[in-house]
């Protein structure tokens, strides 16, 4: 039984600092690919963040380029997002995702890619 558990969500002012954790059990081996999306309510769910767990590429969106960074700790089969410079369109629900299969790289930021979803976490940037 597949598990994904995120935390680390809350309210900032804009500018502020977050760091998004995803832990994951349940896999056999690790996940082929994880990625971070965010929804906002009415909105389709966003992708933002995705990496390969066996290499070092990753993927960002235009939106969050520069600001957030997504890492691995293949140890402990986490994943984290690390958001810098927060921005009022940043609030939203951000998900974690994985997949046991192959994900081709211009699909990486397909809801349909990821068979596993965690629960979500808010993050809510307000002054």
């Known amino acids: 039984h597949v598990q994904l558990v995120e935390s680390g969500g809350g309210s900032v002012r804009p500018g502020g600092s977050l760091r998004l954790s995803c832990t994951v059990s349940?896999?056999?081996?690790?996940?082929?690919?994880m990625a971070w999306f965010r929804q906002v309510s009415g909105k389709e769910r966003e992708a933002i963040a995705a990496?390969?767990?066996?290499?070092?590429?990753?993927y960002y969106s235009d939106s969050v380029k520069g600001r957030f960074t997504i890492s691995h700790d293949s140890a402990d089969n986490a994943a984290y997002l690390w958001m810098n410079n927060l921005e009022p369109d940043d609030t939203a629900m951000y998900y974690c995702?994985?997949?046991?299969?192959?994900?081709?790289?211009?699909?990486?930021?397909?809801?349909?890619?990821?068979?596993?979803w965690g629960q979500g976490t808010q993050v809510t940037v307000s002054a």
């Open positions: 995702a994985a997949s046991n299969l192959v994900v081709q790289s211009p699909n990486v930021f397909r809801v349909p890619s990821f068979r596993f």
């Open positions: 349940g896999f056999i081996g690790r996940p082929n690919c």
């Open positions: 990496f390969y767990t066996a290499g070092s590429d990753t």
